[in-house]
């Protein structure tokens, strides 16, 4: 409860506590596009049960006209429309804030405080009034409070309008009704309250190259355009919208125009390690082949992703994490899957992994990851989480080259074959450590054994040695041979460097790039780097040797990237420090701040 | 699987089939299996089978799990690309491979351990899926390979070669198929290729999952005294349910069964399998009557063989899914990506 009064126009943190199940999100939605098309940068956070109907349910909007759109847990107003988190909501806003809530009920006495100003509308009351039926009066209610924070925070009535129109182009009946709740909620409280707020929007011109999407739906969308053609999964809470956006995206722009039939497969399978199998045999084929999941679905796929590592079989895997272990809460946000993917499976294994830290991102690195599993032969990761996969993010608008061309890798087609005296599956013939594949059912030449078990070079079986160590020491080389190939990591350097230097991964970068703004702004030098891929690039150790302390930001109990890095380069181990921050949302830049305070002290770093 | 490469010697009076090929050159490497292992035999009728069909050997694709029935693959059709995977996961790499890659020839060869314990799940939903590919189960009721620990197909009361009993009931793998709607089951015995041949032909013909359960002996762990999947206990107690003979497309049908104790039923490529019934009342089309019958005949302690199941028409996995004939391997890059006119469009929708 900090007092805070920094806060204002197209400025402040907006939290809604409603019941899932009850139509809130879509409420939710329709008020966060509408502040994103007044031209303000925003970003929204949905904090939600592993549960269907009943419990209670969160919405965090950030308005931050500077554009920074990591969370932010400090509320000027908090919309309180479930009274079983009353005691918790209201505890909440910021002292000097405010309170929305349904004064259909009297508010009990043990949850008012007197720094805050109360602000009581009778949602519930007003749609009874105007809407008959149970159900569409629960919906309708949640229009109510979008038209009183209309009122409140000076929104734009047209824009609610022309949004409320589009999105109920074809039911005129509902778009009444809408209609009618928003200007139930606007007119009472215009009426009973002085409006605006002093917290409040004003239309300006600051999000018109951008657009407002998941990573999931950007990461599916990626995959479309990677000419992925095979998909399998089994459902798994925050991947689902994976897949969801790769059937919606698949079923707009790759129905075959003659047929009507579809140029893509996508299989529900039973479980994680037949999709993980899928993938293999469809990209076993020659087909890109992708599957989403989670971390309990990579932790049953690991025999197959070592299987797909040793054989050299190209195959794309997505984990948007969430919180573990085990099925841990399904519906927060984690980092903790980091050496999972790394290391997958038994054996001497190291993988391909590529980083997201937005849904930009997630459209980028979908496309490169196929392109780096079919280059490489091995298995690639995408690793995501649930804040980035689930939430609607403001991003600069997608863009792609119509003359990009898939990096399929070295496939002998049959032209090849036939003039080759004979083909050894696993021979580097030009020292890249990448031999060259061939895929079934184009030559009698190219055939050979895909196998998980000892073999030599020339692709046969063996349990000799040094057969076996030959191979497996060209894998290692292979990989590490992609630290130049993965996505570089994305470096902020102060001029004349600094001693402190923070790195972190994936969405933790928002936070850190704010925490970092506020530090130079108060002049203190901070560098900074992002990892976006693994294996390291040799630019990650070259940022730790050039730094006295370097601070290792993640979203992880057990310090999972500080370790890779320490296992992973040659740096000093007292050098790398760590911050951790695992309680499942999203990182905000106090946890930064916070954290980096001692570390700033013992380093005496300059202050102006 | 070791790796012992075959002598290629040419028999020159060895006929060849419509493409030119005899049936050495339907072989793999040598085998590696123990000498007298009944999957040796069943991958004799495969090379025997494949070659009658002249299928040309780069259009297979030949898959296991693991186990000495998984090693098999490498043994027939070299020059077939082979995918030897984990324990009981082959259904999804055979899956996975035939979404991509829908016009060729899948074959998939496992074990009773393979297909009935670890991949028990895969192998029910590769048959609901209706992958279209042969599945062979070689079936021997132990895991030869970790040296003869019981399996889920052992009878109860069979014995061990160490004389422990099994006391758990077994699961009959064509039970399961029908019951999960196979649209093509079949038992036979690895000691009877004349039976064999032409059901591995109708299999590979079949659109959808055809499934062979081969009694398969395992001559090291399993075909002593006591067991009821030996060569010899086999050998007593199987009983033709039904005689099948495969005409292939091109073949000319001469003889005209008039008597009706004959079906031939098309397949989805034009050729026609013919069903001639050992016993009067048996119905290879009703799924139940079928069901009810073995269980009957299993009750007596036989083992019914014959392809007891056959639904010929119906949809595999591309025909749910409403996949595009061609394979999608095949589908130019140009054709899957919608270019960046589309994906300004699309963002559109997303302001
Ligand atoms: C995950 C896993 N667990 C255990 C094994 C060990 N294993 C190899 S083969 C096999 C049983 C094979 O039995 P079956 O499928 O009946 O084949 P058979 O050898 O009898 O032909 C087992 C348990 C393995 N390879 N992988
Ligand atoms: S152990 Fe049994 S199943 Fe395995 S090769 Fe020998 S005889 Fe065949
Ligand atoms: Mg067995």
């Not at chain 1, 429309?81 to 809530?101: F, K, T």
């Not at chain 2, 060869?109 to 189960?137: E, K, P, T």
């Not at chain 2, 013909?205 to 001559?219: Q, R």
Request: net charge negative; with cysteine.
């Amino acid at each position: 409860m900090a007092h805070d009064s920094s806060h204002g126009v197209n400025d402040f943190g907006l939290k809604i506590a409603t019941v899932n199940g009850t139509g809130s999100a879509s409420a939710n939605g329709l008020l966060l596009q509408a502040l994103f098309r007044m031209g303000v940068p925003v970003s929204g956070k949905n904090v939600f049960p592993s549960n269907i109907q009943g419990l209670p349910t969160w919405y965090e909007i950030r308005v931050n006209a500077d554009g920074y759109t990591a969370r932010s847990p400090d509320f000027q107003l908090v919309v309180a429309m479930n009274p079983e988190s009353y005691a918790r909501d209201i505890e909440e806003v910021v002292s000097g804030g405010w309170i929305l809530y349904d004064s259909s009920r009297e508010l009990s006495e043990e949850f008012k405080r007197d720094d805050v100003t109360f602000i009581g509308v009778p949602f519930a009351d007003l749609c009874v009034t105007r809407f008959d039926g149970s159900r569409t009066r629960i919906l309708m209610k949640n229009i109510t409070y979008v038209g009183a924070l209309v009122a409140l925070l000076d929104i734009d009535m047209d824009v609610v309008k022309g949004m409320l129109q589009e999105k109920f182009a074809t039911k005129q009946h509902l778009m009444e009704a809408n209609f009618i709740a928003i200007e139930l909620g606007r007119d009472y409280v215009l009426e009973h309250f002085d409006c605006p707020l002093p917290i409040r929007l004003e239309t300006v011109d600051a999000t018109k190259d951008s657009v407002m999407v998941t990573g999931n739906a950007a990461a599916a969308l990626g995959c479309v355009y990677a000419g992925a053609t095979v998909g399998a999964w089994y459902p798994i809470t925050p991947a689902t919208s994976v897949m969801d956006g790769f059937t919606e995206y698949c079923n707009r722009f790759r129905i075959d125009p003659e047929t009507g039939k579809k140029n893509f497969c996508i299989i529900q399978a039973e479980d994680e390690l037949a999709a993980a199998g899928m993938v293999i045999g469809a990209s076993w084929m020659g087909a890109r082949a992708f599957t989403p999941t989670a971390g309990p679905g990579i932790s049953l796929m690991t025999e197959f992703i070592g299987l797909a590592y040793y054989a050299e079989v190209p195959s794309v895997f997505f984990d948007i994490q969430r919180a573990g272990p085990s099925t841990g809460m399904p519906t927060r946000t984690q980092q903790g899957d980091l050496l999972l993917c790394v290391y997958a499976s038994h054996g001497d294994t190291k993988h391909i992994v590529l980083f997201p830290g937005d849904p930009k991102e997630c459209f980028e690195f979908a496309v490169a990851a196929f392109d780096l599993a079919e280059r490489f032969q091995t298995p690639t990761f995408v690793v995501s989480d649930l804040d980035i996969g689930m939430n609607d993010w403001m991003i600069p608008k997608l863009e792609w080259d119509d003359d990009f061309v898939p990096d399929r890798g070295k496939v002998l087609s049959a032209e090849e074959l036939e003039q080759a005296e004979r083909f050894y599956r696993y021979l580097d013939v030009d020292g890249d450590h990448v031999a060259a594949r061939t895929l079934p059912g184009v030559h009698g030449k190219g055939a050979y054994f895909t196998r998980g078990s000892g073999h030599d070079k020339y692709g046969r079986y063996t349990e000799d040695s040094d057969e076996y160590v030959e191979v497996m020491d060209r894998l290692l080389k292979k990989v590490e041979s992609a630290a130049d190939a993965v996505p570089a990591p994305e470096l902020h350097t102060v001029e004349g460097g600094s001693r402190l230097g923070l790195i972190s991964i994936g969405g933790c970068h928002w936070a850190v790039l704010e925490a970092r703004d506020q530090l130079l702004r108060d002049g203190v030098q901070v560098d900074y780097l992002r990892v976006r891929g693994f294996p390291f690039s040799s630019a990650v150790e070259r940022f730790i040797d050039e730094h006295d302390v370097v601070v290792v930001v993640e979203q992880n109990r057990d310090e999972q990237l500080r370790k890779l890095l320490l296992l992973e380069t040659n740096c000093v181990k007292q050098k790398l420090e760590s911050i951790t921050d695992y309680g499942g949302q999203p990182l905000s830049k106090g946890v930064v701040l916070e954290g980096l305070a001692p570390y700033l002290e013992a380093l005496a770093v300059e202050v102006s | 699987m070791s790796y012992i490469t075959k002598p290629s010697a040419r028999h020159p009076r060895l006929p060849s089939n419509a493409v030119g090929l005899t049936v050495r050159d339907y072989e793999g490497s040598m085998s590696t299996l123990c000498a007298g292992c009944g999957h040796d035999s069943v991958t004799a009728a495969l090379v025997q089978a494949f070659f009658e069909l002249d299928i040309e050997p780069h259009r297979v694709a030949k898959l296991s799990g693991i186990g000495c029935s998984s090693k098999t693959p490498a043994y027939f059709v070299s020059e077939a690309h082979g995918f030897n995977s984990v324990h009981g996961r082959m259904p999804a790499i055979a899956a996975g491979a035939n979404a991509a890659n829908r016009d060729l020839l899948y074959v998939g060869i496992s074990g009773d351990g393979d297909s009935l314990s670890i991949g028990l799940g895969q192998f029910c939903h590769a048959i609901r899926r209706n992958v279209n590919m042969l599945y062979v189960l070689e079936n021997n009721g132990v895991y030869g390979l970790t040296k003869g620990q019981f399996s889920a197909s052992a009878d109860i009361g069979t014995t061990s070669k160490r004389g422990e009993v099994n006391e758990q009931e077994p699961i009959d793998p064509v039970n399961l198929a029908l019951s999960l709607g196979a649209t093509f089951v079949a038992r036979s015995f690895s000691g009877d290729k004349a039976q064999l041949v032409p059901i591995l032909k109708a299999g590979l013909a079949h659109n959808g999952f055809a499934f062979v359960d081969v009694i398969s002996p395992c001559v090291t762990f399993n075909d002593h005294e006591g067991s009821t999947k030996s060569y010899a206990y086999t050998r007593d107690n199987m009983h033709e349910v039904i005689e099948t003979d495969f005409v292939p497309l091109r073949a000319e049908i001469k003889t005209d069964y008039a008597d009706g104790s004959v079906q031939a039923i098309t397949m989805h490529d034009g050729s026609v399998v013919k069903l001639r019934k050992v016993t009067e009342q048996y119905d290879p089309n009703d799924r139940s009557g079928v069901v009810d019958y073995l269980s009957e005949t299993r009750s007596r302690g036989e083992i019914a063989t014959g392809l007891l199941f056959l639904e010929a028409a119906g949809a595999d996995m591309h025909g749910f899914q409403g996949t595009v004939d061609q394979p999608l391997v095949d589908i130019p890059y140009e054709t899957l990506c919608p270019g960046s006119a589309a994906l300004d469009q699309l963002q559109a929708e997303w302001r």
